[in-house]
């Protein structure tokens, strides 16, 4: 607790920081400032001990648990600093700008205090604030050139998520000032996702291809302003008109469209819009954020939306955004048959986090697009221009990304040569050297946005078919860098076709990393099964499919496909099965041979899993599961210890089974049973022998459903047997760090000391080799139940 090295180090005559005194208020407070000094970072400050403990964090903080960001430990600040924002002048210690990313306050997590866990280099801390949320961990690390380092790692929580994070997206804070100097929100924003996706609890919405906008009415004023804060007022007065009928005091949220007599948005109309026009132009409203003296922040989508109908009652260019709760993959086909650019997935009951691009909000687009920068354009004979030299931030460097000479009439070439005319330079605001292929370019400094939709990224990092929709002057230049991992350093999506038994089956991104810790790729993935394939398929085929799709890897949220809904290639085979919930048929996949295999791992199938009954007898399963499921609490050991009794219960009755990992981190206990008893016969029979094994493990296993009243015990899971039900495959890859696999054991294989990932991608194959037959008993004719019965009642 001193401030000595902090005040040793400004003059306060010249900086306007606050000088380093003493405050013994101790609230938990804590800061997060931008801080643009020579070069940019962000520094954390904790309030303890009468003073700000501080460290310098190069990168910003991230809410990713993936990323372990460097922090790096300086003097102790006062507790006034908390709100310092403004100018520190040049020639000062820290010299640049810094003003408040976050704040809030902040809880120790764990026995130790504050001061106790920062000498013992590791201190949890649970965050409350408006960006920063959730729990983290402070772990010192080195010392280096005189410096303490540190890590700072977000804990997998609520608030934590699996996209790419980055504390510039999220800068200025929620609140900004607009272009006539008064407050506005920033708005919620929504997180690209590779395919649609049916879920509960999720809600559906067409994307409109327009202007974000939101409309701010209070005291018979109108404020309409994009995410950036441009002042929307003048040019859709006409819409300002409409909206100011509404008798309440409400700021809006949604997106400005004008509509052709199909319906369909048209963008470039929109964009060439002024209040003279007779278009048909409509503000369709998906949310409210205030109402009549009342944040609607913290209700849930389904409420913030559920107030909306009222208050956009009698309005002419304003619409109610309708949304569906189910049938989404036909919502979305039948969206980019009608010409939209696709549709928004929302969590029900999400929040709204002005500011924030979450996980929660996901947008699945018909065709490719992006924001890019004009950095030039090609001469042409006959023409205007030929085309639009584009490039796009990717690290922090402007980068290439192809030419564009498609999708503009006369008049929007006329009007870009004359906005490109105006910012001509001499030199390429690139750094690599461009290969325009004989064309004369004409540079221009990068600082017109457009949008530019296309059908691919190329290897090269290239967009493919590029076509011109038109310039977004209500994005910024923070907003052209791209979120694609295929596009970034030089893209290696790839695609390539696999001739399998006379299938041809398309494998595209073997390079797309599929396993960040290990370095697998879906290459590794897809070869991986090649070489399982004839082991693995009586396993699977004839058996429904519970799809679950990881298109980008572990590192991000997967997603469960039940339905094909006639998405897939014509020649897999499926089954419909009636669904009692849905009220409707599902159409399951059915993996009948390798070339089906290698289609579900291409769709991102990391793991299969298949029902444990065929489609001659859905109702009455080939055999039955114990699945053994421990706690956070209890070891590898204990589990393998469970798994032991149970054999010896299963010894001693007669009753043949067979064991396997599950991949992640229990055991499954296999009894084969022929498909002669029905789902219920079997699960009960699964109960009874799991209470057997109660029995003899008292205080290290549990049968409790929840969770909560199992108290850290491994969990004894015999309702697996249910008609529906699916479970990991046996040879099966599981989207766990290290890529394991649900691997098969002979019994004297469990023993103490045996791990999970032991079995993995990379050695799984050559001791298939070894024993090709060790899990074949589980399709035998399987047991006779009556017997078994008789056998478990001597016991």
Known sequence: MSLTEYNKKRDFTQTSEPEGDIQNENLNRFVIQRHRASRLHYDLRLENDDVLKSWAVPKGPSMNPEDKRLAIETEDHPVKYLHFEGSIPKGNYGAGKMRIWDTGTYESVGDLGVQEALKKGDLKVKFHGDKIKGTFALVRTRRQDGQKHWLLIKK???????????????????????????????????????????????????????????????????????????????????????????????????????????????????????????????????????????????????????????????????????????????????????????????????VYTPGYRSEKWLKIKGTSSEEALICGYTDSKGSIFGSLILGIYREGELQYVGNCGTGFSSSVQQELLQKMQDLEIQKSPFLQKINLKGRTPNWVKPKLVCEIKFSEWTESGRMRHPVYKGLRDDKSLSDVKTTNKASQNSSKASSNALEINGRKVNVTNLDKIYWPGAGFRKYDLIDYYIQVSEYMIPFLKDRPQNLHRHPNGIGKEGFYQKDNEGLMDSWIETLKIWSTSAKRDIEYLLCQDEASLIYMANLGCIEINPWNSRKNNLDQPDYVVIDLDPSEKNTFDEVIEVAQVTQEILGAANIEAYCKTSGSSGIHIYIPLGAKYSYEEGREFTKLICYYVLERTKGLTSMDRAVKNRKNKIYLDYLQNRRGQTLAAPYCVRPKPGAPVSAPLHWNELKPGLKIIDYNIKNLPARIMKNPDLFQGVLAEGIDMGKALEALNRL
């Open 156 to 350: 997998k929580d609520d608030h934590s998520v699996t996209s790419n994070y980055d504390a510039e997206d999220y800068v200025p804070q929620g609140i900004v000032k607009s272009l006539n100097d008064s407050d506005i929100i920033k708005p919620m924003l929504a997180t690209a996702a590779d395919g649609i996706f049916s879920k509960a609890g999720w809600i559906y919405e067409l994307k409109w291809d327009g202007y974000r906008v939101l409309a701010s009415i209070s005291d018979g004023n109108v404020n309409l302003y994009s995410r950036n804060g441009i002042n929307y007022n003048d040019k859709f007065s006409k819409l300002a008109q409409d909206l100011y009928s509404i008798p309440h005091e409400v700021i809006l949220d949604g997106e400005v469209v004008i509509l052709d007599e199909r319906g369909k948005p048209q963008f470039q109309q929109l964009q060439n819009y002024d209040s003279n026009s007779s278009a048909d132009l409509r503000f369709y409203v998906f949310d409210i954020l205030f109402l009549n003296g009342h944040s609607t922040l913290d209700l849930s989508l389904l409420e913030r939306k559920s107030l909306l109908p009222d208050v956009l009652e009698g309005l002419e260019m304003t619409y109610y955004c309708e949304h569906v709760e189910s049938m989404a993959d036909a919502f979305y086909k039948k969206a980019i048959k009608n010409g939209m650019e696709g549709v928004i997935a929302k969590k029900a009951d999400s």
